[in-house]
Every structure is written in C-alpha cells, then in structure tokens.
T-cell receptor, first 113, second 115 residues
Framework: EDKVVQSPLSLVVHEGDTVTLNCSYEVTNFRSLLWYKQEKKAPTFLFMLTSSGIEKKSGRLSSILDKKELFSILNITATQTGDSAIYLC?????????????FGTGTRLQVTL | DTGVSQDPRHKITKRGQNVTFRCDPISEHNRLYWYRQTLGQGPEFLTY????????KSRLLSDRFSAERPKGSFSTLEIQRTEQGDSAMYLC?????????????FGPGTRLTVL
C-alpha cells in the first residue's frame, strides 16, 4: 500500500526564519509528488514534482524531489505569519487511469511574530 | 468565482439520517474526485469520475455511500444511515487531463457533523 510520511508533524518558528519540511514516500509506479497548503479550508496547490533534482520555485517557496532516496523537501525562506498552515505532501501513482493521490498527515507550521 | 464549489459548507445531522452533498467542478474539467479528511489526517481518496463514469471506489466507501455524476458535470455524494464515524470534511477536487500527471483543484469542502 502507498505510504507518505511527513516530518516534522508540527513546527513553530519566528517570522523571518527559514524552514524545511520533509516528505518521504513508498509508492508503486510513482508518477508525481505534489505539495499543497491547507489553511482553514481546502488544500491549495503549490508544486508538482516529477523529475529528480529539478528545483521548483515560487517566490519564497521551493521544492525538490529525490526519486532515488524517495523523498522531497519544501523550503520556505523569510517566513511570514501568512505562511502558517498545514502543508500536505501527496504522491500520485501511475495506474494508467486517473490520479489517486495518497496524502501524508501534513506538517502544521505556525509562524509567530 | 470559477473554482470548485461545494454545497453545503456545513451539515449537522442526527445519526441514522441521510445526507447529500454537491460538488460543482471547474467547468472544463473532465475528472472529479471525492476525498474525506478527518482531524489531524490528510485527505483520503474515496472515488473518482472520468466524465460521467465512476471508475474507481476506495474500500473506505461502504455500501452506505453512493456518488453520481449524471451528466459529467456536477457530482453528488450521498451517505445513508449516517454514523458518528462519518463526521469529517468531505472534499471534492477536479482536474483536466489528456494523459500524464494532473493537478487537482480542491473545493472548500463540506464539513459533516453527525450527532
């Protein structure tokens, strides 16, 4: 069965700090890994990663995938209070049909002043 | 707003009652997914549709659960004889895919509380 493990489970940092969130996975026929941000509502898409070693970047957020070691990291630099959320990692397996995402339990990030 | 919408946003019901949720995907999206999320957990896949065809159902989807997407547009998820363990956030997502990985856009969810 597909498995996604995120660490840490929760994290409290001060505004301006840099954080690294981890996601390790076990999946048959890996297709992609996705990062979502979830505040008090539905997950919003951040990144989709399909190839090893290619960093994806969006503003202060960046992410990279290592398909050999089966993990991904999400970096947030110069954190702001608006970054406080649950960050979810999900893997998508290639079934030949649709994407069936398997999610981790998330990392709860709290950014304080 | 052209995103995924869900209705109602909150539902409180008594154990044993039936409930129905609706999801309206992004209009050009051909795939629609239902997930369930309980407190402290990531979303868990329930079922998905490619146009109007329901192509996969999770083991989590007991016979009390039924989902439809009659015209390949909006979808409904019905839970019959609700139980307290059904209390969760029910999320709908949609995507458009012509092969390869797809990006699922989530709706705001319907939070169900079964008393």
């Amino acid at each position: 069965e597909d498995k996604v493990v995120q660490s840490p489970l929760s994290l409290v940092v001060h505004e301006g700090d840099t954080v690294t969130l981890n996601c390790s996975y076990e999946v048959t026929n890996f297709r992609s890994l996705l990062w979502y941000k979830q505040e008090k509502k539905a997950p919003t898409f951040l990144f989709m990663l399909t190839s090893s070693g290619i960093e994806k970047k969006s503003g202060r957020l960046s992410s990279i995938l290592d398909k050999k070691e089966l993990f991904s990291i999400l970096n947030i630099t110069a954190t702001q209070t608006g970054d406080s959320a649950i960050y979810l990692c999900a893997v998508d397996r290639n079934t030949g049909t649709a994407s069936k995402l398997t999610f981790g339990t998330g990392t709860r990030l709290q950014v304080t002043l | 707003d052209t995103g995924v919408s869900q209705d109602p946003r909150h539902k409180i019901t008594k154990r044993g009652q039936n409930v129905t949720f609706r999801c309206d995907p992004i209009s050009e999206h051909n795939r629609l997914y239902w997930y369930r999320q309980t407190l402290g957990q990531g979303p868990e896949f329930l079922t998905y549709f490619q146009n109007e065809a329901q192509l996969e159902k999770s083991r989590l989807l007991s016979d009390r659960f039924s989902a439809e997407r009659p015209k390949g547009s909006f979808s409904t998820l019905e839970i019959q004889r609700t139980e307290q363990g059904d209390s969760a956030m029910y999320l709908c997502a949609s995507s458009f895919v012509a092969g390869g990985p797809d990006e699922q856009f989530f709706g705001p969810g319907t939070r169900l509380t079964v008393l």
